[in-house]
């Protein structure tokens, strides 16, 4: 999972070159070898030196700020969706829906990797949900079919489908 | 800047010792545990900063990282590492140690539980020449390790390991001002009584983590145990002896003591409507994938369908075409048969509604519900054409939209503001047909009084959903009614196409189809044959399947149970209620005006055989989410799937026996390795079973293309191709596998039935395979039998699947996708059926 979640990353950023990353451990977390004998470790750490090399530090936040709220929802992705329990994920859509309200992209005003790696780890999640919830999380899935169709993000999830029109009217019946 | 921090939140200590730090300004203000700060998190979350621009952030990480640039410090690689690790692999530990050593006073427990964590950054310092984790200065990293360790740390009853390194280091950081202040600040006291407090507000402790996520199912391998491995190979070894011989099918099927009769049936698809592909695997496809496979377990199973044929659409399409609405019936009824003879849907019976039988079994209903008191009569207001001599229905009008003034609004809906409107309030209201202005008349109609029943449906419900299998959005739908509470329902309209209602005054009224629709299953049943009734009032004996789309779902679940429940006539109620959700057409809708999408009848056009369609269609089955049709899809899933995987594993098998060994079956002697193999097929059998028993047709689809995964990769492994030219070891163990294979590929034929009827065949066919294999191997629980002995002769091994190749598959592509020149005329064919759609619209009004 974190493997082809961070190959796809380096596509997206344009890393021509694959990178030697395995996984370690019961929870499989990812190992980046460098050619210099180092090694990084952690989906965040590596997907943030990805960026970093491949000069796409824009997608860590242009500003201090926005730098902060990118590691913050690199964080939450990690602590808090992964490996979630069915009840969390009510919770988290609930969460990220309410976040939403305003906002096009999860950190300020311009894609970064909040939204790609969000994107990715709730890819599963979305994909499931049922055309009423998408419909109750319409923030979250207005921006899931935003970043799906990104330019360049999707690589290896297959897309979802966004319907346009609502189907679930509270007057229906 | 706003700080909000509280006491005893060993996460505060990180920001304010970072705050100290850094020497950045921020004001600071003391909250409780509960106090909310950041409104879009469903906890009370603390720390948290409230940023100048408004932005909040609530991760204590983040808040130390931000401090620190703005300190006019870089966060390195090796930072953000010690960050995360402290995220992800730290803190679980930690808050749990701290939860048993402060709340359950085990102090030693606790250290043991974080043994393995820290000796990880014992080793990482032992890595390290400089005084601090990542440079010579104290960084973001050293604050926060070091404040989330302080409680431990300090604690001298705490024993978490040796750590001369970690404690080094511990103490050096403890030697800041910062740090210091921070503490005192926050943790008072002895800091592990202090957390007391706080620890006591978080949420109880996860320990067991979800591992497997259900989307990485494929990359999921089951891991067996070796008496699996040994019971399974034993099972093969048995073969086919014992089991019993197949029953053959004769009608009329009826229900058997100590049998499981199981009746299954798909919404009747409206007459005048050509289905398209989301109307074929919603109902038809899908009710017979799953009859044929409960005729394989031994079911004794009927499955009936027919069309639906009275109504206002039909009556509609009949002035259209100049015909009669029974011409029109019998033309479309045509139609319809043979769309579901080619897709190989082998109903017991497809019948129709326009019977006699069906004026009888509704009219009776009819009577019983209105003897017991459950109708009820009042007026509507409705329009009329004089001229045509006859009230209009919804779709028959057309005026000024009363919201927007679109002036081409339809009866029941505006096209322009999508809003619900009630034919009367139209201005300027002109009848379609004619083109005449229609008055305003009253008219006396029946309802069918839906609240009385409520008590005696939710109980039956509730019963129903705990004992049979409703998909999750039929449980949906059927509760959003409940909870919206039920209405009366007209179940009479001024028509002349449709079941008479059997009361003098109302002599020129017929029943609302939704009304008499369903009864269609009783009177399709009872045209099969004159003991109808042993499958319809027999709730004992029978269990009851109904496949749908999701939007007719409350005709089945509320509407038609209260007749049933209120004719108290013992009738048998559905048991199980499987719904669709919709297929799409490459991402838009499937539009009969636009030509946009694969309908019936054009499916044999395309080449393509009957059952790479239902192949596919069963793949994108929309099972619990939408799904779409795709060209390319398409293309891809028959040569990756069936061409590559399913198709080249049994032809290779086959052909290994013809070329290898003559055309007969080569003896076995079972090593590790294929008691392995066996055991793993056997396991995906299993699963195949337990799905589809919960009508899971799609996933339990999965399960068959990962049998013939195991199979090419056991056939790759051992390469028989190389050792038959060997010594004598090496031909027998060709040998061997060869025939286990083979025996995979009769397996994987019984598999198929369901899905691919003819392809199955065609395996049997081409292996000699015994008839009852199939029947055997689906039994019970599934068991993976030998079904192809020793010395068994084999037929003629041929190729199973054709490539599709990308031009053709552009070529229908560019057939289907819509705006192929001027379309005929004819009505919008969204993706759910007409009936359901327009009694909803009308019902909306009321």
Same mark, same amino acid.
Not at chain 2, 163 to 171: A, M, P, S, Y
Not at chain 2, 495 to 505: D, M, R, S
Not at chain 2, 509 to 526: H, Q
Not at chain 2, 674 to 693: G, S
């Given at each position: 999972?974190?493997?082809?979640?961070?190959?796809?990353?380096?596509?997206?950023?344009?890393?021509?070159?694959?990178?030697?990353?395995?996984?370690?451990?019961?929870?499989?977390?990812?190992?980046?070898?460098?050619?210099?004998?180092?090694?990084?470790?952690?989906?965040?750490?590596?997907?943030?030196?990805?960026?970093?090399?491949?000069?796409?530090?824009?997608?860590?936040?242009?500003?201090?700020?926005?730098?902060?709220?990118?590691?913050?929802?690199?964080?939450?992705?990690?602590?808090?969706?992964?490996?979630?329990?069915?009840?969390?994920?009510?919770?988290?859509?609930?969460?990220?829906?309410?976040?939403?309200?305003?906002?096009?992209?999860?950190?300020?005003?311009?894609?970064?990797?909040?939204?790609?790696?969000?994107?990715?780890?709730?890819?599963?999640?979305?994909?499931?949900?049922?055309?009423?919830?998408?419909?109750?999380?319409?923030?979250?899935?207005?921006?899931?079919?935003?970043?799906?169709?990104?330019?360049?993000?999707?690589?290896?999830?297959?897309?979802?489908?966004?319907?346009?029109?609502?189907?679930?009217?509270?007057?229906?019946? | 800047?706003?700080?909000?921090?509280?006491?005893?939140?060993?996460?505060?200590?990180?920001?304010?010792?970072?705050?100290?730090?850094?020497?950045?300004?921020?004001?600071?203000?003391?909250?409780?545990?509960?106090?909310?700060?950041?409104?879009?998190?469903?906890?009370?979350?603390?720390?948290?900063?409230?940023?100048?621009?408004?932005?909040?952030?609530?991760?204590?990480?983040?808040?130390?990282?931000?401090?620190?640039?703005?300190?006019?410090?870089?966060?390195?690689?090796?930072?953000?590492?010690?960050?995360?690790?402290?995220?992800?692999?730290?803190?679980?530990?930690? =808050?749990? *140690?701290?939860?048993? !050593? @402060?709340?359950?006073?085990?102090?030693?427990? %606790?250290?043991?539980? +974080? $043994?393995?964590? &820290?000796?990880?950054?014992?080793?990482?310092?032992?890595?390290?020449?400089?005084?601090?984790?990542?440079?010579?200065?104290?960084?973001?990293?050293?604050?926060?390790?070091?404040?989330?360790?302080?409680?431990?740390?300090?604690?001298?009853?705490?024993?978490?390991?040796?750590?001369?390194?970690?404690?080094?280091?511990?103490?050096?950081?403890?030697? =800041?001002? *910062?740090?210091?202040? !921070? @503490?005192?600040?926050?943790?008072?006291?002895? %800091?592990?009584?202090? +957390? $007391?407090?706080? &620890?006591?507000?978080?949420?109880?402790?996860?320990?067991?983590?979800?591992?497997?996520?259900?989307?990485?199912?494929?990359?999921?391998?089951?891991?067996?145990?070796?008496?699996?491995?040994?019971?399974?190979?034993?099972?093969?070894?048995?073969?086919?002896?014992?089991?019993?011989?197949?029953?053959?099918?004769?009608?009329?099927?009826?229900?058997?003591?100590?049998?499981?009769?199981?009746? @299954?049936?798909?919404?009747?698809?409206?007459?005048?409507?050509?289905?398209?592909?989301?109307?074929?695997?919603?109902?038809?496809?899908?009710?017979?994938?799953?009859?044929?496979?409960?005729?394989?377990?031994?079911?004794?199973?009927?499955?009936?369908?027919?069309?639906?044929?009275?109504?206002?659409?039909?009556?509609?399409?009949?002035?259209?075409?100049?015909?009669?609405?029974?011409?029109?019936?019998?033309?479309?009824?045509?139609?319809?048969?043979?769309?579901?003879?080619?897709?190989?849907?082998?109903?017991?019976?497809?019948?129709?509604?326009?019977?006699?039988?069906?004026?009888?079994?509704?009219?009776?209903?009819?009577?019983?519900?209105?003897?017991?008191?459950?109708?009820?009569?009042?007026?509507?207001?409705?329009?009329?054409?004089?001229?045509?001599?006859?009230?209009?229905?919804?779709?028959?009008?057309?005026?000024?939209?009363?919201?927007?003034?679109?002036?081409?609004?339809?009866?029941?809906?505006?096209?322009?503001?999508?809003?619900?409107?009630?034919?009367?309030?139209?201005?300027?209201?002109?009848?379609?047909?004619?083109?005449?202005?229609?008055?305003?008349?009253?008219?006396?109609?029946?309802?069918?009084?839906?609240?009385?029943?409520?008590?005696?449906?939710?109980?039956?419900?509730?019963?129903?959903?705990?004992?049979?299998?409703?998909?999750?959005?039929?449980?949906?739908?059927?509760?959003?009614?409940?909870?919206?509470?039920?209405?009366?329902?007209?179940?009479?309209?001024?028509?002349?196409?449709?079941?008479?209602?059997?009361?003098?005054?109302?002599?020129?009224?017929?029943?609302?189809?939704?009304?008499?629709?369903?009864?269609?299953?009783?009177?399709?049943?009872?045209?099969?044959?004159?003991?109808?009734?042993?499958?319809?009032?027999?709730?004992?004996?029978?269990?009851?399947?109904?496949?749908?789309?999701?939007?007719?779902?409350?005709?089945?679940?509320?509407?038609?149970?209260?007749?049933?429940?209120?004719?108290?006539?013992?009738?048998?109620?559905?048991?199980?209620?499987?719904?669709?959700?919709?297929?799409?057409?490459?991402?838009?809708?499937?539009?009969?005006?636009?030509?946009?999408?694969?309908?019936?009848?054009?499916?044999?056009?395309?080449?393509?055989?009957?059952?790479?369609?239902?192949?596919?269609?069963?793949?994108?089955?929309?099972?619990?989410?939408?799904?779409?049709?795709?060209?390319?899809?398409?293309?891809?899933?028959?040569?990756?799937?069936?061409?590559?995987?399913?198709?080249?594993?049994?032809?290779?098998?086959?052909?290994?026996?013809?070329?290898?060994?003559?055309?007969?079956?080569?003896?076995?002697?079972?090593?590790?390795?294929?008691?392995?193999?066996?055991?793993?097929?056997?396991?995906?059998?299993?699963?195949?079973?337990?799905?589809?028993?919960?009508?899971?047709?799609?996933?339990?689809?999965?399960?068959?293309?990962?049998?013939?995964?195991?199979?090419?990769?056991?056939?790759?492994?051992?390469?028989?191709?190389?050792?038959?030219?060997?010594?004598?070891?090496?031909?027998?163990?060709?040998?061997?596998?060869?025939?286990?294979?083979?025996?995979?590929?009769?397996?994987?034929?019984?598999?198929?039935?369901?899905?691919?009827?003819?392809?199955?065949?065609?395996?049997?066919?081409?292996?000699?395979?015994?008839?009852?294999?199939?029947?055997?191997?689906?039994?019970?629980?599934?068991?993976?039998?030998?079904?192809?002995?020793?010395?068994?002769?084999?037929?003629?091994?041929?190729?199973?699947?054709?490539?599709?190749?990308?031009?053709?598959?552009?070529?229908?592509?560019?057939?289907?996708?819509?705006?192929?020149?001027?379309?005929?005329?004819?009505?919008?064919?969204?993706?759910?059926?007409?009936?359901?759609?327009?009694?909803?619209?009308?019902?909306?009004?009321?």
């Amino acid at each position: 999972m974190a493997l082809r979640e961070l190959s796809s990353l380096e596509k997206f950023v344009g890393l021509k070159r694959q990178k030697k990353i395995s996984t370690q451990g019961e929870r499989k977390v990812p190992v980046l070898q460098n050619n210099n004998g180092s090694s990084l470790i952690g989906l965040v750490t590596i997907s943030s030196h990805l960026v970093s090399e491949a000069k796409k530090t824009e997608l860590l936040g242009e500003s201090v700020e926005q730098r902060a709220v990118v590691q913050q929802w690199l964080e939450y992705r990690l602590t808090r969706l992964d490996n979630c329990s069915q009840d969390e994920v009510n919770i988290i859509l609930t969460e990220l829906n309410e976040y939403l309200v305003d906002k096009v992209y999860l950190a300020g005003n311009s894609i970064t990797l909040a939204d790609a790696l969000m994107y990715y780890g709730i890819h599963h999640i979305i994909s499931e949900l049922a055309v009423q919830q998408k419909e109750k999380y319409l923030n979250v899935t207005r921006w899931f079919d935003h970043i799906q169709h990104y330019p360049g993000v999707r690589h290896h999830l297959p897309p979802v489908i966004v319907l346009r029109n609502r189907v679930y009217q509270s007057n229906q019946h | 800047m706003k700080l909000f921090v509280s006491e005893g939140n060993p996460q505060c200590v990180k920001v304010l010792a970072a705050l100290e730090h850094t020497g950045v300004k921020c004001d600071l203000q003391l909250l409780g545990h509960e106090e909310k700060v950041v409104s879009f998190l469903s906890r009370p979350v603390l720390p948290a900063v409230l940023l100048p621009s408004g932005q909040q952030l609530f991760s204590a990480n983040a808040i130390c990282q931000y401090l620190f640039e703005v300190g006019g410090k870089e966060i390195t690689d090796t930072s953000r590492q010690l960050l995360e690790w402290e995220a992800t692999e730290l803190q679980p530990v930690l =808050l749990q *140690a701290l939860h048993v !050593a @402060v709340l359950q006073g085990k102090s030693s427990e %606790a250290g043991t539980l +974080l $043994k393995v964590t &820290l000796s990880w950054l014992e080793q990482f310092l032992s890595g390290k020449s400089t005084q601090f984790l990542t440079a010579e200065t104290v960084e973001v990293a050293d604050i926060v390790l070091w404040s989330a360790l302080y409680p431990i740390l300090s604690d001298s009853d705490l024993n978490a390991g040796e750590l001369h390194l970690v404690r080094g280091w511990f103490k050096r950081v403890s030697q =800041l001002p *910062a740090c210091t202040k !921070a @503490v005192q600040a926050i943790l008072p006291g002895k %800091a592990l009584s202090a +957390l $007391k407090n706080f &620890l006591q507000k978080q949420p109880a402790l996860h320990t067991q983590r979800r591992e497997n996520l259900p989307s990485e199912t494929e990359e999921a391998e089951h891991v067996m145990t070796e008496e699996e491995i040994e019971v399974a190979g034993q099972t093969f070894s048995g073969g086919l002896a014992e089991s019993r011989v197949t029953v053959e099918r004769k009608h009329p099927v009826l229900p058997k003591e100590g049998k499981r009769n199981v009746l @299954v049936t798909s919404a009747l698809p409206y007459v005048n409507n050509v289905p398209h592909l989301g109307n074929i695997i919603g109902c038809v496809l899908s009710a017979d994938v799953f009859s044929r496979y409960g005729r394989l377990r031994g079911w004794n199973l009927l499955y009936v369908c027919g069309t639906d044929e009275y109504g206002t659409a039909t009556e509609n399409k009949a002035l259209e075409e100049g015909l009669t609405p029974q011409q029109i019936c019998d033309k479309y009824f045509a139609i319809h048969d043979a769309i579901y003879k080619w897709f190989q849907i082998d109903f017991d019976y497809f019948g129709r509604t326009t019977t006699q039988q069906q004026t009888e079994i509704s009219q009776n209903i009819f009577f019983r519900l209105l003897e017991r008191g459950f109708l009820q009569e009042d007026t509507v207001e409705q329009l009329r054409c004089e001229h045509c001599q006859r009230f209009l229905a919804d779709r028959f009008v057309e005026g000024v939209c009363p919201h927007c003034k679109y002036p081409e609004a339809r009866g029941d809906q505006c096209d322009k503001c999508g809003r619900l409107i009630n034919a009367v309030e139209l201005k300027d209201p002109l009848c379609k047909v004619c083109g005449k202005t229609p008055v305003i008349r009253t008219s006396k109609h029946l309802f069918l009084n839906l609240p009385k029943l409520e008590g005696e449906l939710e109980k039956w419900l509730e019963q129903s959903f705990s004992t049979g299998d409703w998909t999750a959005n039929a449980k949906q739908i059927t509760r959003s009614w409940l909870r919206d509470g039920l209405k009366p329902r007209c179940i009479t309209r001024d028509l002349k196409w449709g079941t008479p209602v059997p009361l003098e005054e109302y002599r020129d009224k017929v029943f609302y189809v939704w009304f008499d629709a369903p009864i269609g299953y009783l009177s399709i049943t009872a045209n099969y044959t004159s003991d109808w009734e042993k499958w319809w009032k027999n709730p004992q004996q029978v269990e009851l399947y109904n496949f749908m789309a999701k939007d007719n779902v409350p005709f089945h679940s509320v509407v038609f149970p209260c007749s049933l429940l209120g004719a108290q006539d013992n009738y048998t109620l559905v048991n199980n209620l499987i719904a669709t959700e919709y297929l799409n057409y490459e991402d838009t809708k499937f539009s009969k005006s636009r030509g946009v999408g694969v309908f019936g009848d054009m499916a044999k056009d395309t080449g393509i055989p009957s059952d790479v369609w239902r192949f596919y269609l069963t793949y994108v089955r929309p099972e619990g989410q939408d799904s779409s049709f795709s060209w390319a899809d398409l293309a891809l899933k028959n040569n990756s799937e069936l061409l590559n995987n399913l198709g080249n594993f049994i032809n290779r098998a086959g052909m290994f026996v013809s070329k290898f060994f003559n055309g007969c079956v080569p003896e076995i002697v079972l090593q590790d390795e294929d008691k392995r193999i066996i055991a793993q097929v056997a396991w995906e059998l299993k699963q195949y079973i337990q799905l589809l028993d919960k009508v899971r047709i799609r996933d339990a689809l999965k399960c068959v293309l990962n049998v013939s995964r195991h199979g090419n990769q056991y056939i790759q492994i051992n390469e028989p191709w190389k050792k038959i030219k060997g010594g004598d070891e090496d031909r027998k163990r060709a040998g061997t596998v060869t025939s286990v294979s083979v025996n995979v590929a009769c397996l994987l034929s019984a598999m198929l039935e369901p899905y691919m009827p003819t392809v199955s065949q065609t395996i049997r066919t081409q292996l000699q395979a015994p008839d009852n294999c199939a029947s055997a191997m689906l039994g019970a629980e599934g068991y993976f039998l030998r079904s192809l002995p020793t010395g068994h002769r084999i037929g003629t091994v041929s190729p199973l699947f054709q490539k599709l190749d990308s031009e053709q598959i552009e070529i229908l592509r560019k057939k289907f996708g819509g705006q192929q020149g001027p379309s005929k005329k004819s009505s919008t064919t969204e993706t759910k059926p007409p009936t359901a759609a327009e009694h909803i619209a009308n019902q909306r009004k009321k």
